[in-house]
T-cell receptor
Framework: AQTVTQSQPEMSVQEAETVTLSCTYDTSESDYYLFWYKQPPSRQMILVIR??????QNATENRFSVNFQKAAKSFSLKISDSQLGDAAMYFCVLQGGSEKLVFGKGTKLTVNP | ETGVTQSPTHLIKTRGQQVTLRCSSQ?????VSWYQQALGQGPQFIFQ???????GRGNFPPRFSGLQFPNYSSELNVNALELDDSALYLCASSFLGTGEETQYFGPGTRLLVL
């Protein structure tokens, strides 16, 4: 079975500061993908960043970057220069061995002005 | 490029009724996946459709069924609705076959069963 664990139900950050969201996962697959999606109150699930497990280099998308530790099965998301629009529920997601996505329970991020 | 769309946005049904939710995939995509998101939870995989056939199913009973049409749009049908079926239903489209199979989500349909 594949599992994703997000141990931080809620996090808060000051505008312009940096925050890191944690995620651990478990899979027996050797080839898999990891994602962070955000879901603002509008409910639309939006892709933030994608990481292929075979790539050692950590993915980066503008202010968003990941720290992928394959041996530890850890996949954290760092948001730099946080903006009010970053406030949302963030889901860590695993895709491996099949096409289905396995979601964590989410971390609610609040950005304080 | 057209994104993923879903209809309706909201729906209220009573227990025992049947419901059909619709999803149009992003242009160029050939696969649609459906997820159920209960309040305060992460989405749970219901099933996926590829080339008009079911291509994987999660732990949902047979009263959850689906279709995919030649234009790659899809329907999710739920029979004999139960109160616990109240949730946000998300569909996601992707292109299966290139190795880059990221799923892109629609805005969801909020279903309330009374």
């Amino acid at each position: 079975a594949q599992t994703v664990t997000q141990s931080q139900p809620e996090m808060s950050v000051q505008e312009a500061e940096t925050v890191t969201l944690s995620c651990t996962y478990d899979t027996s697959e050797s080839d898999y993908y990891l994602f962070w999606y955000k879901q603002p109150p509008s409910r639309q699930m939006i892709l933030v960043i994608r990481q292929e497990a075979y790539k050692q280099q950590n993915a980066t998308e503008n202010r968003f970057s990941v720290n992928f530790q394959k041996a530890a099965k850890s996949f954290s998301l760092k948001i730099s220069d946080s903006q009010l629009g970053d406030a949302a529920m963030y889901f860590c997601v695993l895709q491996g061995g099949s096409e289905k996505l396995v979601f964590g329970k989410g971390t609610k991020l609040t950005v304080n002005p | 490029e057209t994104g993923v769309t879903q209809s309706p946005t909201h729906l209220i049904k009573t227990r025992g009724q049947q419901v059909t939710l619709r999803c149009s995939s992003q242009s160029g995509h050939n696969t649609v996946s459906w997820y159920q998101q209960a309040l305060g939870q992460g989405p749970q995989f219901i099933f996926q459709y590829y080339r008009e056939e079911e291509n994987g199913r999660g732990n949902f009973p047979p009263r959850f069924s689906g279709l995919q049409f030649p234009n790659y749009s899809s329907e999710l049908n739920v029979n004999a609705l139960e109160l616990d079926d109240s949730a946000l239903y998300l569909c996601a489209s992707s292109f299966l076959g290139t190795g880059e199979e990221t799923q892109y989500f629609g805005p969801g349909t909020r279903l309330l069963v009374l």
